[in-house]
């Protein structure tokens, strides 16, 4: 069974929330993740996706500088 987390889009101008099931790479399917492992989510009311870290049963949104930007 996939796991979905409750989540929040991080992106100016959205406030959408609610549950995703992550993918492992952006814009993919939907699959069950790995705690510690790096997933994306994808906003379904502005289709923007988002890069988080799994740990522990939490999706936390991965900063700018943890992408190197």
Known sequence: ML???RVECPHAGCDWSGSLVPSVVQGGEGREIASMQR?????????CDWEVW????????????????
Request: hydrophobic share 30%.
């Open 3 to 5: 796991s979905s987390y």
């Open 39 to 47: 997933a994306w989510f994808r906003c379904p009311s502005c289709q």
């Open 54 to 69: 799994i740990k522990d049963d939490k999706a936390t949104v991965v900063s700018a500088t943890e992408h190197g930007g």
